[in-house]
Nanobody
Framework: QVQPVESGGGLVQPGGSLTLSCEAF???????IAWFRQVPGKEREGVAC????????WYDYSVGGRFTISKDVAKNTTYLQMTNLRPEVTAVYYC????????????????????WGQGTQVTVSS
């Protein structure tokens, strides 16, 4: 299987916005898709997740309504809209896919995801 590809990262000033994209190269309606982020020296942490058919979403409390995850099934692409960005969200952002949907599904557990992109850097700085 081809790995997903993220895009849309970059440098943005505090208070600005970015939208990340994750092209999955497979039917996204078959997968729960999550966004994780990682900074050097820290573990990868879950940011948001959307269910296979898009009827459920999960968010880390820290994003506080400023991030929105969505998916376009026709384009096999998942998005992460980020607004009112703060320097502390600077990280490499990864998208990840899983078919797990039973009781072992914990949306922010990196271990359940079996397909990862290479990541896209998001830097929030003035």
């Amino acid at each position: 299987q081809v790995q997903p590809v993220e895009s849309g990262g970059g440098l943005v000033q505090p208070g600005g916005s970015l939208t990340l994209s994750c092209e999955a190269f497979r039917f996204t309606s078959d997968y729960h898709i999550a966004w994780f982020r990682q900074v050097p020296g820290k573990e990868r942490e879950g940011v948001a997740c959307i269910s296979s058919v898009g009827d459920f979403t999960w968010y880390d409390y820290s994003v506080g309504g400023r991030f929105t995850i969505s998916k376009d099934v026709a384009k096999n692409t998942t998005y992460l809209q980020m607004t009112n960005l703060r320097p502390e969200v600077t990280a490499v952002y990864y998208c990840a896919l899983t078919t797990i949907s039973d009781g072992s599904f914990i949306w922010d557990s990196a271990e359940i995801y079996d397909a990862w992109g290479q990541g896209t850097q998001v830097t929030v700085s003035s």
